[in-house]
T-cell receptor, first 114, second 114 residues
Framework: DGGITQSPKYLFRKEGQNVTLSCEQNLNHDAMYWYRQDPGQGLRLIYYSQIVNDFQKGDIAEGYSVSREKKESFPLTVTSAQKNPTAFYLC?????????????FGEGSRLTVL | AQSVSQHNHHVILSEAASLELGCNYSYGGTVNLFWYVQYPGQHLQLLLKYFSGDPLVKGIKGFEAEFIKSKFSFNLRKPSVQWSDTAEYFCAVNNRAGGFKTIFGAGTRLFVKA
């Protein structure tokens, strides 16, 4: 089945540690996205990538980093510089260009910083 | 800055009541508009979308939305809600000027009483 796989589903980390969230898609989509979901704030865009080896900052990129070495993969690293990292993280993909924006989401990764 | 505003954060309705959820955006130019839904315990999925043409768009499960360009609005409606419509609803927008990144509203939690 085609879709988006995020792992891990739940993750705990200590303050000061970096953590990497995995996102893999087999939909052959060019564009991939990372969002953060917090109660009452909707989804806020962290980073997005329209093509391999290229990505752009979203609205809340500080304290996060990404890479896009393969079309299928778009891992997100939450660094120790992220001041409030406890959140639900969603990865999504779509076709790129005009008449896009229909996003296909993974099941999410819930990060808790202890 | 580009933004999406949803008018109600929480809505409680009885079954068979009519639903209207407001959404306004601040983008100029041509936009693509979406409503996504997140049922309890499930991942986000597309409810309906507007790219061009007839401003009244029909989606799944009896939902519809109307694009009013002059009001920068894309309100979601359903004539008669069911208990199974209990979910969180997100309005989202993207456009060419914004690099096709999709921006979401804060979401509206709908609870339908049986």
């Amino acid at each position: 089945d085609g879709g988006i796989t995020q792992s891990p589903k739940y993750l705990f980390r200590k303050e000061g540690q970096n953590v990497t969230l995995s996102c893999e898609q087999n939909l052959n989509h060019d564009a991939m996205y990372w969002y953060r979901q917090d109660p009452g704030q909707g989804l806020r865009l962290i980073y997005y990538s329209q093509i391999v080896n290229d990505f752009q900052k979203g609205d809340i990129a500080e304290g996060y980093s990404v890479s896009r070495e393969k079309k299928e993969s778009f891992p997100l690293t939450v660094t120790s510089a992220q001041k409030n990292p406890t959140a639900f993280y969603l990865c999504a993909s779509s076709i790129a260009g005009e008449n896009t924006g229909e996003l296909f989401f993974g099941e999410g990764s819930r990060l808790t910083v202890l | 800055a580009q933004s999406v505003s949803q008018h109600n954060h929480h809505v409680i309705l009885s079954e068979a009541a009519s639903l209207e959820l407001g959404c306004n955006y601040s983008y100029g130019g041509t936009v693509n508009l979406f409503w996504y839904v997140q049922y309890p315990g499930q991942h986000l999925q597309l409810l309906l979308k507007y790219f061009s043409g007839d401003p009244l768009v029909k989606g799944i499960k009896g939902f519809e939305a109307e694009f009013i360009k002059s009001k920068f609005s894309f309100n979601l409606r359903k004539p008669s809600v069911q208990w199974s419509d209990t979910a969180e609803y997100f309005c989202a927008v993207n456009n060419r000027a914004g690099g096709f990144k999709t921006i979401f509203g804060a979401g509206t939690r709908l609870f339908v009483k049986a």
